[in-house]
């Protein structure tokens, strides 16, 4: 059983598209945080949040709690976007990631 | 910029032998995370740390694992007797305030572990 869904798995785009990455969880939240991994395996922090939108620079992070869903939107992507975006809910005494999308953007 | 940082890079062993870990968090920070992925999966979270003691640990974090913060600025991860499954990648995590709550995390660069 998954806590975390994620869609899709693997997704690649030229450069200058809009891109949706979703996630869908089963578990109760009160925060959702938005990941990206680069290829080399660091990992950054690009959003945490708990309820409707926030952007930050080409990156669109949203939220419905009630569905347990929540999007991130990539506007005029470029190829330094190429990475795996992970979504991961703490929940009780767990963090429950999602499996990533990995996403390519070709010039 | 501050960041997290993690020693050694890369880690190899062989089975049987115990590793340390170590990660130095932002110097402000409260709240500390170690998480580990496995080559070609997703991340899994291992355990969380506040006021000097463990706050949240996953079924993963068995007697075979433990954390300390030894000193005030290094945040250790040891492993006992490793095993081949140990064999991943290990990020530490550091944040102001609990990530259940409203903080971002900063990871570290993450510390290769390879068991033999």
């Known amino acids: 059983k998954n806590e975390v869904e994620q869609s899709p798995q693997n997704l690649t785009a030229q450069e200058g598209e809009f891109i949706t990455i979703n996630c869908s969880y089963s578990?109760?939240?009160?925060?959702l945080h938005w990941l990206q991994q680069h290829p080399g395996g660091g990992i950054v922090s690009l959003f945490m949040?708990?309820?409707g939108k926030k952007k930050h620079g080409r990156l669109i992070a949203t939220i419905n709690i009630q569905e347990k869903h929540s999007s991130l939107h990539i506007t005029a992507s470029h190829p330094r976007d190429s990475a795996v975006y992970i979504c991961?809910?703490?929940?009780?005494?767990?963090?429950?990631f999602g499996t990533g999308t990995s996403l390519t953007v070709i010039p | 910029e501050p960041e997290v940082t993690q020693t050694p890079s890369h880690q190899v062993t062989q089975m049987g032998q115990e590793v340390i870990l170590r990660c130095v968090p932002i110097?402000?920070?409260?709240?500390f995370y170690w998480y580990r992925q496995i080559l070609g999966q997703k991340v899994e979270f291992l355990v969380s740390?506040?006021?000097?003691?463990?706050?949240?640990k996953s079924e993963i974090f068995d007697d075979q694992f433990s954390v300390e913060r030894p000193d005030g600025s290094n945040f250790t991860l040891k492993i006992r007797s490793t095993k081949l499954e140990d064999s991943a990648m290990y990020f530490c995590?550091?944040?102001?305030?609990?990530?259940?709550?409203?903080?971002?995390?900063?990871f570290g660069p993450g510390t290769r572990l390879t068991v033999l």
């Open positions: 110097s402000n920070h409260l709240y």
């Open positions: 740390f506040y006021n000097n003691e463990i706050s949240e």
């Open positions: 578990v109760g939240i009160s925060a």
């Open positions: 949040l708990s309820s």
């Open positions: 991961a809910v703490p929940t009780g005494n767990q963090f429950y």
């Open positions: 995590a550091s944040s102001r305030t609990s990530g259940r709550v409203s903080d971002t995390q900063y």
